[in-house]
């Protein structure tokens, strides 16, 4: 169930949160100074990395958190992104080459967020091109694995379509190096991917896997790739277009 109250959700101390209100507000004003509006929810970043979230910034779409984090892994820019959830905004960095994460709340109080909600608003050059190692010292709990969050938002993110570069007719495997103990998988999650590091096989057949239905599969997969962890192959006998592919973006 979403939550009540976003204030609900803030730790002692975190009441200098900007208010989502007064974020817009400031966007709104840079908008009128420019002639592209998505510059300023796309703001200083790289030019490749700029293109690539521009894929999906289409009739008044904006990008998903997924989206922004696979697109800042892809081409290793440090980046900051300001979320609303409710009534705030908060900010998280990700440094695609250090493998971390820090947010201005403690990540495990984000990660227990209704993540479905997170709504980007802006992403912008990370305020640090490296993790600060005193601001590290001094509040640890505020960074973490990226390959967690990843894994976390795959699942129970906003998105629940395969990201476009692993759509289409494929197959697909887990590669032999990949470490599943690092994912803590249980259950459903644990056989299906065991089955994937044994066999390659496309979307269609892992949907009808137990536990699983067209929308898991996906996000599973999602997960697997952002963890660098996917084998694709476009020419394998299981790989298959079958309509309902098109429907990823």
């Known amino acids: 169930m979403p939550l009540p109250h976003f204030e609900s959700t803030l730790p002692m101390g975190a009441a200098e949160l900007i208010r989502a209100s007064v974020f817009q507000r400031r966007m709104e004003l840079e908008r009128d100074s420019i002639d592209e509006p998505a510059s300023t929810r796309l703001s200083s970043l790289e030019p490749s990395l700029l293109q690539d979230l521009l894929r999906f910034e289409s009739n008044g779409r904006r990008s998903e958190l997924l989206e922004v984090l696979a697109g800042a892994v892809r081409h290793t820019s440090a980046v ?6 409710y009534e705030h905004v908060i900010a998280l960095s990700v440094y695609p080459r250090q493998r971390l994460v820090h947010g201005v709340l403690p990540m495990e109080q984000f990660l227990e967020l209704q993540l479905t909600e997170l709504e980007v608003l802006r992403v912008e050059r990370a305020w640090h091109a490296t993790p600060d190692a005193l601001e590290r010292a001094g509040e640890p709990g505020h960074f973490a694995s990226l390959a967690r969050l990843l ?46 590091k044994r066999r390659t096989t496309n979307l269609r057949e892992i949907s009808e896997w137990p536990g699983f239905d067209r929308t898991r599969a996906m996000r599973m997969l999602n997960g697997l790739y ?8 476009r020419t394998h006998p299981a790989a298959t ?9």
């Open 226 to 233: 952002l963890q660098s962890g996917l084998m694709i192959s």
């Open 241 to 249: 277009n079958e309509g309902w592919f098109a429907s990823a973006n």
């Open 151 to 196: 894994w976390e938002l795959a699942l129970r993110g906003a998105r629940d379509e395969l990201l476009p570069e692993i759509a289409g007719q494929a197959a697909y495997r887990i590669t032999p190096t990949m470490d599943l103990k690092a994912l803590e998988l249980s259950g459903s999650l644990a056989s299906a991917c065991e089955r994937l």
């Open 80 to 85: 900051t992104v300001h979320l609303q959830l």
